[in-house]
């Protein structure tokens, strides 16, 4: 047990991180960030569906509204 580190002793507790370190963990949020976007916007641009097999006199969906 003598030669565990003291919590003091440990360079990432109580805010004590490497400005390096710190720039890196920013770095990679906003990298994670703008990956997550860019994957939303192409499926929300280009999410097509075709299971679709209706036809205009069996729609296959109902397109009353219910209020």
Request: charged share 25%.
């Amino acid at each position: 047990m003598k030669n565990e580190p003291t919590l003091e002793e440990i360079e990432d507790y109580d805010n004590n991180e490497s400005p390096a370190k710190r720039k890196t963990v920013k770095i990679v949020i906003i990298i994670c960030l703008v990956v997550g976007a860019i994957l939303a916007t192409l499926k929300y641009n280009y999410n097509t569906n075709n299971d679709y097999v209706g036809t205009p006199e069996k729609p296959g969906i109902n397109t009353t509204k219910n209020f």
